[in-house]
């Protein structure tokens, strides 16, 4: 699971990989983000 934060660590999306690990994220406005990985508890 991956999550985009704000500069001000503001969480503005947190979604879950797919099979090939891969994320897409949409409709972002032009900002600049942190992308951080984060476990995810079963």
Same mark, same amino acid.
């Given at each position: 699971m991956? %999550? +985009? $934060?704000?500069? !001000?660590?503001?969480?503005?999306? /947190? $979604?879950?990989? !797919? &099979?090939?690990?891969?994320v897409i994220? &949409?409709? $972002?406005?032009?900002? /600049?983000?942190?992308? &951080? &990985? +984060? %476990?995810v508890?079963?």
């Amino acid at each position: 699971m991956l %999550q +985009i $934060l704000k500069k !001000d660590n503001k969480e503005v999306v /947190k $979604l879950d990989t !797919d &099979e090939s690990d891969t994320v897409i994220f &949409e409709a $972002l406005c032009f900002e /600049k983000y942190k992308v &951080e &990985e +984060i %476990q995810v508890l079963n």
